[in-house]
């Protein structure tokens, strides 16, 4: 792919693109055209980048396109509370125990949702993409004190962790985006490791080291470009598991209780008893989870796939 | 020689992992804010009687002492004493242990050998519309979090359906009338345990799927297989040469699911309100019972080591061309 940019200025990179004339013919964006015509080009990714997009627009605009406030209670023409109403023209999605509408309440839930997905994919990218190049690239002691550290990871288990550090250091969503981010990486970090381990034996990287190229030239310039589909998969998984892993400690209670995510409006449904007979609150928010992670993990196959056709295409 | 030396070393760094973890978790669970004598304090002892109580535990004394004294006590078999049920650590979190492995194990063997069966079909239809859209079944249930497939199951057979009942391992007159592994022979249990199960079953099945699809695309491309048709093979004996070479993936990583398995059971354990270690470790923690909450991590965590010990030991005696790390 670098191979296209040969003009070898030094200011072929992201910076040169910056110059109005060039942006267009810039490989980054030329790869980005072509990538995209690919990744639409098979239908099923197109309804889950439509899902996605749903999810998106009801995280950004949410609380403005909720036909009512979240905490709105709703009150009978006779004086009570329009407790468990089933879902109507009113009230699309019928309402709580509480009387609220929750329809309103499954748009509003949406951006804490995917924020933490969003943030904890980042995170668990982040760290993994270090650990995982440092490893793979640097090899001998830095390789073995890394991989270790994954082993040790790997030893911790996930959930009853962050119930106990939940439970001990009080909860709050940075710090539950956090603990699932520091833990997650171990998943990633050997699948990069052993992706360098490859990449870094490539003729393009041994001339680039050879000709005197500092490590940080050949990281970012010639073993990340390489990487990424795979960082993009990995950020959708991460994305996926952290709404899944939050909505799970949501569920038991371990969560901020003032930010109404879908792991909390399930875990209310749940708690309140009336779980089975209104289907249309407990329901909802489980499968607006499901949904909304799947069209996360399928984008990011796909991206996969397309990142391979293209390499397999130079 | 260099196998032999590679187990050893496996071995031994294996050993050394767990050792490493349990001493993380003693010192971790040390310098937690809060521990069991603190939470009687808030519940209105005086100071005298939160100091007689760390006396009796020992927690006053300095750390590397009762670092030392646990290493002892451990390497005797004795974790310590549960200080919510007052009763030795063992005796606590065995039996919650063996209700959680009576779910977790056959359910995660039951749905390898289903998920995998159906990898198998979807993998060895080409261009059929079940390799195409057969896929998104199983992604919806590897993407749905397993409690909510507890609901659900809960929603549509407990209570509409009124098929299974909604919780708890038995009825109490069956928990009043047996003790120990006798409960397990009631079919009060497995009628409690029917969903559940069907829990862990449905969750589980996606990894195996996914693997064993993904392998069967590959093997079914390979010379033998094409050789088998022209031999005019059935299409059943070369399903089952098919399955046997494909299975290699799904075969090694099942110890490693099945490791993590047991603190994925904990939100199941808690949608069902199944007495096993997910519950335990819920009360612990509100409790602040640290020794059981310390053994419990350690057991996962031993397990979960062991789980990936046994899969790198797996890789190499099923594919001896594995290289060897340091080699």
Known sequence: ?314 | MSQLYYYARRTVVSILLIFAIATFLFFAFRFMPGDYATLLLQQGASPEQVAKVRQMWGLDQPLYVQYFKWLSNMAQGNAGMSRQFNEPVLEVVLPALRNSLIVALPGVLVAFVLGSLYGALMGSRPNSLLEKYGIIPPNIVGTTPDFFIGILLLTVFSAWLGWFPSGSIASVDTLTSTSGWGIYLTSDFWYHYTLPFLTVVIKYMYYPTLVMRGSVVEVRNQEFATYQRLLGLGKWRRFRHIMKHASLPVVTVLPAVTATSISGLVLIEIVFNWPGIGQLLLTSVFARDTPVIQFMFLLIAAWIVIGNFIVDIAYTIIDPRITIEGE
């Open chain 1, 1 to 314: 792919m670098q191979i296209n940019d040969s003009s070898g200025s030094t200011d072929s990179g992201l910076l040169g693109a910056l110059r109005p004339g060039r942006l267009r013919d810039h490989y980054l964006f030329r790869n980005l055209r072509s990538s995209l015509r690919l990744y639409l080009s098979d239908r099923l990714t197109v309804v889950f980048l439509a899902g996605f997009v749903l999810v998106l627009l009801a995280a950004v605009f949410g609380p403005m396109i909720a036909p009512y406030p979240p905490d709105k209670v709703f009150i009978t023409s006779s004086g009570e509370i329009l407790k468990l109403a089933h879902p109507s023209g009113e009230h699309l999605l019928g309402t709580t125990a509480r009387g609220q509408d929750v329809f309103s309440r499954l748009l509003i839930g949406a951006r804490p949702t995917l924020f933490t997905g969003l943030l904890g994919g980042f995170l668990v990218v982040l760290i993994g993409v270090t650990i995982g190049v440092s490893a793979g690239y640097y090899g001998g002691r830095v390789d073995d004190v890394l991989m270790r550290l994954t082993d040790f990871v790997f030893g911790i288990p996930l959930i009853p962790t962050a119930i106990v550090l939940a439970a001990y250091f009080g909860v709050g969503t940075w710090s539950t985006i956090l603990v699932i981010g520091c833990l997650l990486w171990r998943n990633n970090a050997r699948v990069f490791r052993s992706q360098v381990l490859q990449i870094r034996e490539r003729e393009h990287v041994r001339a680039a080291q050879m000709l005197g190229a500092s490590d940080r030239y050949v990281i970012t310039r010639h073993i990340l470009p390489n990487l990424g589909g795979m960082i993009v998969l990995f950020f959708a998984l991460g994305t996926g598991l952290t709404i899944i892993i939050s909505a799970s400690l949501s569920f038991l209670g371990f969560a901020d209780l003032s930010l109404p995510s879908w792991g909390l409006m399930l875990r209310n449904a749940y708690n309140s008893g009336y779980m089975a007979s209104a289907w249309w609150w407990s329901l909802t928010s489980g499968f607006a989870i499901s949904l909304t992670v799947l069209c996360i993990f399928m984008l990011g196959r796909g991206y996969e796939r397309v990142h391979e056709t293209n390499v397999s295409e130079f």
